[in-house]
């Protein structure tokens, strides 16, 4: 007697007046974009979260220019890969994918997978918390130029649509159309766009 029964009508009707309850999307966004925000300033408070992340981001890039270093042309020479590429130019990429064997191809979608994860997140916690302690010294960590620090999120968020382009354009050479390599280049002129701030 008392107790709360989460079978009973009135706790049915509690959970479906609940689920009803419109979300608003904004103020939801910008409690997650004020909690990212906080993410980077905390690590860069820290030099122990600093130097993890480093060194997270050293181990993964090395892993991944590793792995590229081992997909071959057919001449047996190392190929090239467009993710690096800033300039927009479709035909180039497809000359990359021509130049590969289809082992190499192959490789190269795997490896992409690694870029997944832990790649592009070691580099958006790293270069977010570089410009959190940017921001720190130069004072302005309370101004909206804090939100600076989520401009590596939408680096990811751009570079997980490329790599999508890339990955399904080495499976399916050379089959892959013009317009996914447009896309794909969209997006990592994106991506570089976001990262501008650190790269400059």
Known sequence: EGRWDPFSDTAVWHVSLIALEPIEPIPLMASRADSAVKFFFNNAESWRRFLLILFSYIFSAGVISYLSGLITTTTGKPAGIPDLSMLYEPGRTMRYFAEMTDAGRFRYAMIELWDYFPYMWSYAFL????????????RAAATPFRYATLLPLFAVAFDIIENDGWIYCALVYPSCSESVLRVSHAFATGKFAALLPMIA
């Open 127 to 138: 270069f977010g918390t570089l410009l959190a302690a940017g921001l720190r010294f130069a």
